[in-house]
């Protein structure tokens, strides 16, 4: 099979999971689809020693979006036969209506009905579960493009060895906490699908703060697991700060790095179960033909080991998700980004709120963005945004896109409209560095949202 480059990849939306799970029963059909050229398919191939044939790529490709699928469910085993799912229960709606309307072929009436709910809701629910599906299958093939393929990869004899503990601990202590290491290489292995932002700017203190939290002191603390979590609103920079941490210390987590999204509670067991496979720590050689339960339970197993690892959930805002999914004991370190602030006390987690930029740091993104405007007018601008990061992003991109039809100066003047979250600059386009909503207004409604008028803090 061929490796063809990742812009060659085909695109991974509702849209084109809804046209393969429509042919589901065909697995030509399914080897002629263009989801059938992911790298996540090639691997599935390979780890399955399924020939090279257009009907076992379709059994590939089947085989990736049943792993998915069956990660819909909570509170259930999606095995199980029909009559034992309770189709009232709203927690099994997005496993229902993929299975039922794709996989055996029912009408969207008949689904909505064993549901309990209107038609109305059934596609709003449908399109949700496809959307779901597709960010599932997307995380899991940005992360597999950042690695290797096994077919590229020496032969087991001439791999370099894997680090033992002790060099593993070793190279834990010397992680620096008055210093700022530079940008490195993960450990092999490592699970990150995000690269590096050459744009990041400041937070100096702050990525300080998180080594030492992690770190846990001089010396490893390997018998216990320290947490930090970067808090704070929507746009305010979580994700990009734990993503430059990662790239910054990463190297001295042996044990590898490992960036899981918490955003969908039900995706959680799926996102676990990938740390072990093909590219990753391959746990075993048949590991892409065990249940999801069993690739669950090993990754979660050498989790607990005393090798260190860095553990990243991404958008945890559930204390009970955390208790679930942090290993009770071992060599982890749990790196999360959060919009809640108070935790359990028996949780232990240190958290590090984070506040906007430094005006100096803010000057700093837009003007890489736009080098030869007015310092005083990117002054203005930064004012007028609040110096939130998101919003700052977005305006720098904006100037860049469009610097041949307006000038800083005009921009400054669009901004000072009493609608400026409705300014175009600032709902969102291009490449976000996180993956995240790029619509500013969207990202504060959010947290706005969040919010409760009975709490003094709050109002």
Known sequence: MSNSDS???????????????????????????????????????????????LEDRGRALRDVLRDAIKTFPHGGDPSGSEAEIKFSDK???????LTERFI??????????????????????????????????????????AEPLPSSSPPAADRPARPTLAEAIKQFEILPLDTLPAPAALPPGSLMPLGRNPLFVGRERDLKTLARVLKG??????????????????????????????????RF?????????????????????????????????????????????LVRAVWQEPMPRLLVFDNCEDPELLDRWRPPSGGCRILMTSRRADWEPTLGVKTLPLDVLQRDESLALLQYYYAQADDQILDAIAAELGDLPLALH???????????????????AQLRDPALLEHPSLKGSGISPTRHDQNAFRTIALSHDKLDPDDPVDE
């Open 217 to 250: 002191g001089e010396t490893a603390a390997i018998g216990q697991v320290e947490t930090a979590a970067t808090t704070g609103l929507g746009g305010i920079g979580k994700t990009q700060l734990a993503s430059e941490f990662v790239h910054r210390y990463g």
């Open 394 to 412: 977005l305006a720098g991109s904006y100037l860049a896109r469009y610097r041949r039809a307006i000038t800083p100066a005009q921009y400054l």
């Open 7 to 53: 812009t060659d990849q085909p695109p991974i939306n509702p849209t084109s999971i809804r046209r393969v799970l429509r042919i589901w029963h065909s697995t030509p059909q399914l080897g002629k689809h263009p989801l059938a050229r992911l790298k996540l398919v090639e691997a599935r191939q390979r780890a399955a020693n399924y020939p090279d044939t």
């Open 104 to 145: 055996h072929g029912r009408s969207p009436d008949y689904v909505a009905a064993q549901l309990g709910i209107a038609a109305r809701t059934y596609f709003v629910d449908q399109a949700q579960a496809l959307s779901t599906l597709a960010d599932i299958l997307h995380r899991r093939e940005e992360a597999l493009l």
């Open 253 to 297: 987590f042996e044990g590898g790095v490992f960036w899981l999204s918490f955003a969908d509670p039900k995706a959680v067991p799926s996102e676990v179960a990938a740390c072990g496979g093909v590219g990753f720590m391959e746990l075993r050689p048949n590991f892409g033909d065990l249940t999801l339960g069993d690739q669950v339970n």
């Open 91 to 97: 927690e099994w709606r997005p496993y229902v209506i």
